[in-house]
Every structure is written in structure tokens, then in C-alpha cells.
């Protein structure tokens, strides 16, 4: 069934929203585990290997381990709650579709105050230069006045 539905492409595009708390046993929690488990192995980036938490602040959860056992448990130890707001995890869907999708990138996205950051745009051969020469310490007030 995973293969005929990963050669057809299905779910290439989806993300699962899960909700595995205690209070649910038996067929219930195993259907959200087996989907939770499902739908991000056959999606593609940004969705691959991730979930969304049912929770009144959704979260992207990545599913953690490296076998059937570990990615369980990793469902199961997930932040949940006993509803969740929809309008916030549309709004996630989005932030996510916005820095991956819409830039047309597969890079993860970094924010410029990290350390070891200097987002630039553009090219220029004195930047290129900087860049190329070994040594330098790099940070957005250097680059900037040096191009």
C-alpha cells in the first residue's frame, strides 16, 4: 500500500495534524499513529517527517528515531491538548508554504541574527571577494561597508 501510493505521488503534499493523548486507546490512537506516521513518510519537503500537534498552540513536530518502534513513540510523546485552534494551524501551514514554497528553495531558512549569519543579496565582485578570502570575520556591518 506505501508504495503504490508513493509511485502514484499521493499525499506528496499533505501534513497530518495528530492527536495521540492518553485518553484515546485501542483502534483510535492506532489509526492517528498509523496516518501520523503515513502522510509525512510520503510527503515531500517542507511536510516530510513532520506532523502538527493537536494542541491550542499547534507545533511542526519533527517524528524522531530511526525504526518503526522509535517513530511511535515519537508520536506518542508529542505536545498535545484536549482541543486545538484550526486558525492556528492554518496559519502555520502557511508560514511554513510562505519561506518554502513561495521562495522557490529547498535551503532551511536562517534568520540574520544567528550566529555564523550574514544574509546578502545580490552579487557584486567586491562581495564575491569577501567571501573568497580565508580569514576574514564575517558579520552584516563588515560586509556592508566593505561593498
Known amino acids: 500500500m506505501v508504495e503504490d501510493l508513493s509511485k502514484k505521488g499521493k499525499l506528496k503534499n499533505c501534513i497530518a ?9 485501542g483502534t483510535p490512537m492506532n489509526v492517528c499513529i498509523a496516518l501520523g506516521l503515513l502522510t509525512p ?24 528515531g530511526d525504526n518503526l518502534k522509535s517513530n511511535v513513540e515519537s508520536i506518542k510523546r508529542m505536545s498535545w491538548e484536549m482541543n486545538t485552534d484550526f486558525q492556528k494551524v492554518f496559519d502555520l501551514i502557511l508560514k511554513v508554504a510562505v519561506n518554502w514554497n513561495l521562495r522557490d528553495s529547498n535551503a532551511t531558512p536562517v534568520i540574520a541574527v544567528q550566529k555564523g549569519v550574514a544574509l546578502v543579496s545580490g552579487f ?8 573568497m578570502e580565508e580569514g576574514r570575520d564575517l558579520n552584516p556591518d563588515g560586509i556592508s561597508n566593505q561593498c
Open 17 to 25: 495534524v495528530c492527536y495521540a493523548s492518553g485518553s484515546m486507546s
Open 41 to 64: 513518510f510520503l510527503s515531500e519537503d517542507p511536510w516530510k517527517n513532520k506532523v502538527i500537534t493537536f494542541s491550542q498552540d499547534p507545533q511542526l513536530h519533527p517524528i524522531q
Open 124 to 131: 557584486s565582485k567586491n562581495m564575491l571577494k569577501l567571501f
